[in-house]
């Protein structure tokens, strides 16, 4: 049964910080792994999909990282703004679906 | 830009009474998930659906949810009777063959 950890659960910066959103997963056997962002009261929006085979993905601002053997997943956020607050989730894609509590991100102008 | 449909968007509803939810998927894809998602915490999967086809419904309570996707396009999902606990945000996602999901606006549910 796949168990996946964000850390941290909630994380407040000044606008223009990098920062770096942790992911862990304890079953390693997925075939991509999927970055998401959910506003309060709203759907979750697609951010980045790695596929197994991949180390990175990259769109814009965000690079998402890969370790499968590790169980590891980084998703970095270049140059932070506040339309960048949001929970964010990471969802590894196996047999099971499952998510991640989340980090809860706010940046401060 | 195609995008997941859902309805109704929010349900307020007394305990021991029936509630369905209906999604509308992005048109070509045939793999449908069905999501539960508690505040503050991660979406749980309850269904997925392969075109007609379930194929992981582990984590249905199916004494009282049932899922449907009759002609592999839309599907229902109903709750009956609904209990208090049943209060959380309804999601439904669409995917092509284990690629991206594309999650709809959701349902709140809220059971009195």
């Known amino acids: 049964k796949q168990e996946v950890t964000q850390i941290p659960a909630a994380l407040s910066v000044p606008e223009g910080e990098n920062l770096v959103l942790n992911c862990s997963f304890t079953?390693?056997?997925?075939?991509?792994l999927q970055w998401f962002r959910q506003d309060p009261g709203k759907g979750l929006t697609s951010l980045l999909l790695i596929q197994s085979s991949q180390r990175e993905q990259t769109s814009g601002r965000l690079n998402a990282s890969l370790d499968k053997s590790s169980g590891r997943s980084t998703l970095y956020i270049a140059a932070s703004q506040p339309g960048d607050s949001a929970t964010y989730l990471c969802?590894?894609?196996?047999?099971?679906?499952?998510f991640g509590a989340g980090t809860r991100l706010t940046v401060k102008p | 830009e195609a995008e997941v449909a859902q309805s109704p968007r929010y349900k307020i509803t007394e305990k021991s009474q029936a509630v369905a939810f209906w999604c509308d998927p992005i048109s070509g894809h045939a793999t449908l998930y069905w999501y539960r998602q508690i505040l503050g915490q991660g979406p749980e999967l309850l269904v997925q659906f392969q075109d007609e086809s379930v194929v992981d419904d582990s984590q249905l309570p199916k004494d009282r949810f049932s899922a449907e996707r009759l002609k592999g396009v839309d599907s229902t999902l109903k709750i009956q009777p609904a209990e208090l606990g049943d209060s959380a945000m309804y999601l439904c996602?669409?995917?092509?063959?284990?690629?991206?999901?594309?999650f709809g606006p959701g349902t709140r549910l809220l059971v009195l």
């Open positions: 996602a669409s995917s092509s063959n284990q690629e991206t999901q594309y």
């Open positions: 079953d390693s056997a997925i075939y991509n």
């Open positions: 969802a590894p894609g196996d047999n099971d679906m499952r």
